[in-house]
């Protein structure tokens, strides 16, 4: 497994919202939720949630799509795609650290995410911390 930084969270974040920009809404959210697409790598994936908290598109669990995730709570009942939401309609983009399931270790650990606000999407990824 490649160890990430912070940093490759935000590089991510920012390639798919130039994807989104070119390719449209429908197109990038059906790619952003192929597990098999450019935005799943290792550990690394894109998910997108609307200012209401409602997922869009999930690089790992298609299951979550259309699901909502507004009072999700991570391991140690921080309600972080609140705080995420909230950062996002009031500064645009931000950072959150959350504790959540890594897929690839099967292990729960903390998570730092990216996310900016582009239209009506919210566009995140992060990285496993130890």
């Known amino acids: 497994m490649t160890k990430r930084v912070a940093e490759d969270a935000k590089?991510?974040?920012?390639?798919?919202?130039?994807?989104?920009?070119?390719?449209?809404?429908?197109?990038?959210?059906?790619?952003?939720?192929n597990p098999n697409g450019q935005f799943?790598?290792?550990?690394m994936y894109i998910y997108a949630l609307n200012p209401k908290g409602?997922?869009?598109a999930?690089?790992?669990?298609e299951k979550f799509v259309g699901?909502?995730?507004?009072?999700?709570?991570?391991?140690?009942?921080k309600e972080f795609i609140k705080e995420i939401i909230d950062i996002a309609n009031r500064e645009g983009s931000?950072?959150?650290?959350?504790?959540?399931y890594n897929p690839v270790?099967?292990?729960?650990?903390?998570?730092?995410?990216?996310?900016r606000k582009v239209?009506?999407?919210?566009?995140?990824?992060?990285v496993y911390g130890e």
């Open 58 to 61: 999930h690089g790992v669990n």
């Open 105 to 115: 270790t099967k292990e729960v650990l903390p998570k730092t995410v990216f996310f």
């Open 94 to 100: 931000g950072w959150v650290t959350y504790k959540w």
């Open 11 to 33: 590089r991510w974040v920012d390639t798919a919202v130039a994807f989104y920009r070119a390719s449209g809404k429908r197109i990038a959210l059906a790619e952003y939720t």
């Open 54 to 56: 409602t997922m869009l």
């Open 67 to 77: 699901e909502e995730f507004i009072d999700i709570k991570d391991y140690d009942g």
């Open 119 to 126: 239209d009506d999407l919210i566009i995140c990824s992060g």
């Open 40 to 43: 799943v790598q290792d550990e």
